[in-house]
T-cell receptor, first 115, second 116 residues
C-alpha cells in the first residue's frame, strides 16, 4: 500500500504568488514525522521542513509552511512569495517511529515558477 | 559545516561490469543511508547503517549489491555485476541520531549511474 501520495505531477505558479503542494499519507503508527525535500535539477535533496505527529502547531521555516491536518492525514507544503529559484521537484516523506524508522518518499511534484 | 560528500558524480558502465560509489557523511552523524532513485520516482532506501553496523538492508538486492561502512565514517556501495535496471541516481544521506523523533536526513548530490 502506498504510504505517501502526491497527486500533482506538475504545478505552475507565477513569481511572487503562493503555491500549495499536496501530500497525503497513510499510517497506523501514532508517532511519525513528515518531511518535505526540494530536489533541483542538480540532483541534491535539500531538506525544507519537518512536522511531528504530536506537534500542536503547523511548522514554518521562512517562506515554507506545512499545513498539517492530522485527521485528514494530509501535510501540504505552502510556499509563499514564489521565486524563480523555487523551480524544482518537491518530495513529501514520512518516517514512522515504531518501525525501521526509514524515510518513505512520495513520487514528487515538479514545480515551475513563471516570470 | 561540510555537507555529505559523494563521488563520483557520474558513472557510465556496460552491463555485467562492476561499479563502486563512495560517501563521506556529515561529521558526527552516526547514521548513514544509501538510497536508489529511479528517474521519475522518489528515493528508495537500500541500506541503513548505525555507526558501522547494518540496521536495515531488507531492500538491498544482496545478490549483486553490497555496502560497507568501515570505522563508522565513510561508506562504499558496490554493484557487481550491474544490470540495465540499475541505471539510477544513488543518494547517500546521514543523520545525527535515528532514535530522535525529529531526526533530519541530509543528502549528498548523488551519483548518476548509466548502465549500457
Amino acid at each position: 500500500a502506498q504510504k505517501i501520495t502526491q497527486t500533482q505531477p506538475g504545478m505552475f505558479v507565477q513569481e511572487k504568488e503562493a503555491v500549495t503542494l499536496d501530500c497525503t499519507y497513510d499510517t497506523s503508527d501514532p508517532s511519525y514525522g513528515l518531511f518535505w525535500y526540494k530536489q533541483p535539477s542538480s540532483g541534491e535533496m535539500i531538506f525544507l521542513i519537518y512536522q511531528g505527529s504530536y506537534d500542536q502547531q503547523n511548522a514554518t521555516e521562512g517562506r515554507y509552511s506545512l499545513n498539517f491536518q492530522k485527521a485528514r492525514k494530509s501535510a501540504n507544503l505552502v510556499i509563499s512569495a514564489s521565486q524563480l529559484g523555487d523551480s524544482a521537484m518537491y518530495f513529501c516523506a514520512m518516517r514512522e517511529i515504531g518501525s525501521a524508522r526509514q524515510l518513505t518518499f512520495g513520487s514528487g511534484t515538479q514545480l515551475t515558477v513563471l516570470p | 559545516e561540510a555537507g555529505v560528500a559523494q563521488s563520483p558524480r557520474y558513472k557510465i558502465i556496460e552491463k555485467r561490469q562492476s561499479v563502486a560509489f563512495w560517501c563521506n557523511p556529515i561529521s558526527g552523524h552516526a547514521t548513514l543511508y544509501w538510497y536508489q532513485q529511479i528517474l521519475g520516482q522518489g528515493p528508495k532506501l537500500l541500506i541503513q547503517f548505525q555507526n558501522n553496523g547494518v540496521v536495515d538492508d531488507s531492500q538491498l538486492p544482496k545478490d549483486r549489491f553490497s555496502a560497507e561502512r568501515l570505522k563508522g565514517v565513510d561508506s562504499t556501495l558496490k554493484i557487481q555485476p550491474a544490470k540495465l535496471e540499475d541505471s539510477a541516481v544513488y543518494l547517500c544521506a546521514s543523520s545525527l541520531d535515528r532514535a530522535a523523533r525529529g531526526d533530519i536526513q541530509y543528502f549528498g548530490a548523488g551519483t548518476r549511474l548509466s548502465v549500457l
